[in-house]
């Protein structure tokens, strides 16, 4: 079995794979698949949202001659929240572990 003893718990973890400091305990095993249910859901939000975004960004500028500010803030708040949810499918496809061998 992979079992590793995680410094930060204490104690020793089957299927260790990392210690999230976001949930405050070691991810391993079967939480592991729940925590990339968790993630799956997050990426869904964040792809709603840039499709929320876009769409606000098309009705507001068909139905008003919009500043060029405004253009620009939302161009940028659409890039954002697709490079983060780029970043967060990349590292959630990347089957590795981040404990040590």
Known sequence: DNCHHCSICQRCVRNFDHHCGV???CIAG???RG???YFKVIISM???GIVT???FSIF???AHVS???NAF???LAVSMTTCSCCCCAYVMCQVSTTAPN
């Open 67 to 69: 500043s060029g500010e």
């Open 35 to 37: 925590n990339m249910g």
């Open 30 to 32: 079967e939480g592991y």
């Open 23 to 25: 949930f405050g305990r």
């Open 46 to 48: 964040g792809g709603a």
């Open 53 to 55: 975004a876009m769409s």
């Open 60 to 62: 507001s500028a068909a």
């Open 73 to 75: 803030l939302a161009v």
